[in-house]
């Protein structure tokens, strides 16, 4: 179980998480919703590490604790911004070796990883990101956060912009990466991707509410 | 680990550009030239001199208007002169400045000459290589003469001149004899010089050269004055004209180097923060590595034109009247810190350009506003003497201004290692390249924060 506790963050005087906390089993999908502005980034960026937060902390099965009023939890958690983390005039080789810690040639094996393997991002790794789609784009995005094999993997909008059959192909990775046992928290606006999760987080005034996941959406809309 | 590879990454970019890189530069060679031809055929239209035959020419400057013993100094110097000449022949010290000298005289077999010459006027003949030295003779050293005093006298000649050692001991030998015959005898000294044969100097002299100054003197013993006269402001239109069109282009070059801050959306820098490099690391990593891979590619080009084809790029040089252009005067070991100071000053402006540009369709607009503004406001386009002079001062703050007056002094042959320049330049790049770190962080920042 992954435990967030205490999480707090303002931007001056306006308080956007107060005190929230909740927790995540592994190999579960979670999403994170919200009205616009409400703080679901902000939470993600803090989780990632991009923030720190005033207080709060992340607990592992194993015991580790991360506080999150620092950084450099990387190796824990992997995060997939909303906007690709590319640098568009270079391959996608090596994109994925600016974010992997370790050396080329275990890159090489990580790559041949099952994990990895699914995105079915092999046959255009030696191609310039600025000739790839969206949906190119967006998987190699993806491999870039699972590149370092963390426990917890973070998705902003996973799949916002693209075209339908890519959001399936998305949707699809996911359900694959939670049966390997790998746990996701994910801010969405698409059905698709809700009907992958295992639970609501509805964040509202800088609360948390946990719901159970397939209630129609005008109801859900009505808890934002 | 990431700052490396992101360091090396940057590398790799860039390399991506050097065809562009390679395009601009041959572009902007080619206006240059186009640009020297032109203006060069332009001024020998307005100035029809011809140098070479007052090349033999040592100028005299009276500064002292009122000078009583003017009528005198003509004859005075006509015999100094001419005992130089022909000291020259006889110099058993000094054969091969001698015998050049002759070899200069040879087809005309003329021996030196003087000319009485305003203070301006003689300056720029010196500039443009029409005399051989300038030779002030005020109204004191006259009467240091006449009541045979060592006179302290002021010689101004380039410091490329191979015969400085020839002209400047000879003169002083010749004046020491003047003033030994003049010591021997009550006559006027224009009266006994006329026996050519009196040697042995009482006075030895010691000339002290400064070869960064264009300055010398010539003194007794261990006095000595030494007197700087500054080149680097000029009167010519087209020497202006030319360095604002090679600062033009040079600024046209550097933009080429210019990539989108598209290339990193503000989320690469969101990750980023998350491996414990913030936004000012990220910044100083990229312009850090901009720089080293501008230094690196500009010492190996002009490695490469230096030693493989100097002698080739220095005779069309020349024929443009621009000396020894590509050597900028200095030894192969002194360009090397001016290239690092241009590679700091041209990477903090291209991070720059970056920090106020969306997208690269924006950077060609936004570099040539810039660049237009900033060449306006350094005095480039219009010369600074039309602005006012506290603006003035300010101009000196511009890196325009510093890179116009670098290329002003190149096309004059001025030695480029000025301490003054070498020093401000440094200075103008460091402050340039903080405030471009400056602005790109506060970019980023503004641009993640809008992001909520």
Known sequence: MYTLSNVSFSYGKRTILDDIGFSMESGKCYALLGANGCGKSTLMTILAGSKKAAAGTLSFPDGTVCNLRASGRSSLIGYVPQENPLINTLNGYDNLLLWYKGSGSELKKTIQSDLIQMLGIDSYLKRTVSKLSGGMKRRLSIAIGLINLPRILLLDEPSAALDLPCKQDIAKYLAEYNKKGGTILLTTHEEAELSLCDRYMILKSGHITEHEPGMPVDKLISLF | ?452
């Open chain 2, 1 to 452: 680990m990431i700052a490396v590879r992101f360091f090396l990454l940057q590398f790799k970019l860039l390399i991506k550009r050097i065809p562009q890189m390679i395009l601009v530069f041959l572009l902007v060679v080619f206006l240059a030239l186009c640009t020297l031809f032109m203006l060069n055929r332009i001024y020998d239209k307005l100035s029809p001199t011809e140098k070479e035959k007052d090349a033999n020419y040592i100028a005299v400057v009276c500064p002292d208007e009122d000078n009583t013993i003017l009528k005198y100094a003509k004859d005075i110097l006509d015999q100094v002169m001419g005992s130089a000449s022909s000291l020259f022949m006889k110099n058993e010290n000094d054969k091969e400045g001698g015998n050049k000298l002759l070899n200069m005289f040879a087809g005309t077999g003329d021996l030196l000459k003087f000319k009485f010459m305003e203070e301006d006027e003689a300056l720029n003949a010196i500039k443009n290589n029409q005399i051989l030295a300038v030779l002030y003779l005020g109204q004191d050293d006259l009467n240091k003469i006449q009541t045979c005093q060592t006179a302290e006298l002021k010689i101004i000649v380039r410091d490329d001149s191979e015969y400085i050692p020839v002209i400047c001991v000879e003169l002083v030998n010749s004046f020491a004899r003047l003033l030994t015959a003049a010591q021997a005898s009550s006559l006027a000294i224009y009266d006994i010089y006329t026996n050519t044969e009196l040697d042995g100097s009482l006075y030895g002299a010691m000339y002290d050269i400064d070869m960064s100054n264009f300055s010398y003197a010539m003194h007794r013993n261990s006095v000595y004055q030494r007197v700087t006269v500054d080149f680097s402001t000029t009167n010519s239109p087209i020497s202006f004209y030319t360095a604002t069109a090679l600062t033009f282009m040079l600024f046209l070059v550097i933009s080429a180097f210019t990539p989108a801050l598209s290339d990193y959306e503000p989320s690469f820098c969101k990750c980023f923060k998350t491996r414990g490099i913030g936004i000012v690391g990220f910044t100083i990593i990229r312009l850090v590595s901009f720089f080293v891979f501008q230094f690196v590619t500009l010492t190996a080009v002009y490695s490469l034109v230096y030693f493989a084809f100097d002698k080739y790029f220095n005779d069309i040089f020349n024929e443009y009247g621009l000396t020894n252009m590509l050597g900028l005067n200095l030894s192969y070991g002194k360009a090397i810190p001016i290239i690092a100071i241009f590679a700091l000053f041209s990477s903090a402006y291209v991070m720059f350009i970056i920090s106020l540009i969306k997208n690269s369709e924006e950077s060609l607009m936004i570099f040539f506003m810039f660049a237009a503004g900033l060449m306006l406001l350094s005095g480039c386009i219009i010369p600074s003497a039309f602005f006012p002079a506290t603006f003035r001062s300010i101009m000196t703050f511009l890196p325009a201004w510093y890179i116009h007056k670098l290329f002003l002094m190149i096309i004059e042959g001025v030695s480029i290692t000025k301490a003054g320049m070498v020093t401000y330049g440094i200075v103008c790049s460091l402050l340039l390249a903080v405030s471009a770190v400056l602005i790109n962080v506060i970019r980023l920042r503004t641009d993640s924060n809008y992001e909520k």
